[in-house]
């Protein structure tokens, strides 16, 4: 028979090892999230916040008629970036202020067909 402590332990290793691997480093240089059918890579540099499109392959799914919003927390307080479409995979905005490589935040697309997703980023 397996002690309580370590049944629970096992659990909660197992509840947690999905959330660990929900995000991961991408190819431009940001962080990937699971978006609905979509993953985003979320790059920041200074006030400019890129979202990159892949599907679940990491392929680039074009970026031509999604929208989508950053809210990003910054010193503590969530700021909106609007995000339109750039080139090929890339939607890009500007924030207000400066923005650390990491930010802790969400991505919320929505698709050409109308569809929503949305991706974290701890």
């Not at 679940?56 to 700021?79: C, M």
């Amino acid at each position: 028979m397996i002690p309580f402590r370590a049944a629970l332990f096992s659990s909660l290793v197992l509840l947690a090892a999905p959330v660990c691997a929900h995000e991961t480093a991408g190819k431009y240089g940001g962080r990937v999230s699971d978006a609905g059918p979509y993953h985003v890579e979320l790059v920041t540099k200074g006030q400019t916040v890129d979202v990159y499109l892949l599907d679940g392959s990491e392929k680039p799914v074009p970026a031509a008629g999604f929208k989508a919003t950053a809210i990003l927390v910054v010193d503590g307080k969530p700021a909106r970036v609007a995000l339109a479409p750039a080139d090929a995979n890339r939607l890009t905005g500007q924030a207000q202020v400066p923005l650390n490589a990491a930010p802790k935040g969400a991505v919320q697309l929505t698709a050409p067909d109308g569809a929503t997703a949305s991706g974290k980023f701890n």
